[in-house]
């Protein structure tokens, strides 16, 4: 437990969530506020710059649902998919490009990680319905829409990205 705890300072560290007293940072601070999802990649996506060229919300929500959706199992096909959208690919990237940052800073501070495991656990799939749903969709279309994923999840889904938006 100790040396978990010693493990996760460094990372803190090497993120500049806090300082070299542990005393935290305005990221850690914003870190320490995040509890819906992976609170470590949210504070990076941000501090990073991810969401400020997005001009619509939907947009943005489409990106946080990555975070708060991460059952079964992505398809390549639904990844190459979403990297090929317009407004929506890049984003999805560079989603994974920070998430490959945490999981090496996550590494070389000695925490027990894989890391495409951990990168490929932020899932696209969730995405375009995000969009759809943000657009006004209704929710028998979004269901017609989304062939492999249970109205339940999307719900549960849509719950917890209403919880870590709010």
Request: aromatic share 6%; with cysteine; net charge negative.
């Amino acid at each position: 437990m100790a040396s978990e705890l010693v493990s996760m300072k460094r990372v803190m560290r090497r993120l500049d969530l806090c300082d070299k007293n542990d005393v935290p940072t305005l990221k850690g601070k914003v870190a320490a506020h995040i509890s819906t999802s992976d609170e470590i990649l949210l504070t990076e996506m941000l501090f990073s710059g991810l969401f400020n060229d997005m001009e619509q919300p939907s947009h943005i929500a489409a990106v946080l649902s990555c975070l708060v959706y991460t059952e079964g199992k992505a398809s390549t096909e639904g990844v190459q998919k979403i990297q090929k959208h317009e407004k929506l690919g890049q984003p999805f990237l560079l989603l994974q490009k920070i998430a490959d940052k945490v999981a090496t800073a996550m590494i070389e501070s000695k925490i027990a990680l894989d890391k495409e495991e951990y990168v490929q656990k932020f899932k696209p799939d969730l995405m375009e319905l995000t969009l759809m749903w943000c657009e006004g969709c209704k929710f028998k279309e979004l269901c017609d829409e989304a062939r492999d994923v249970y109205e339940g999840t999307i719900v549960r889904a849509f719950r917890r990205l209403d919880e870590l938006i709010s």
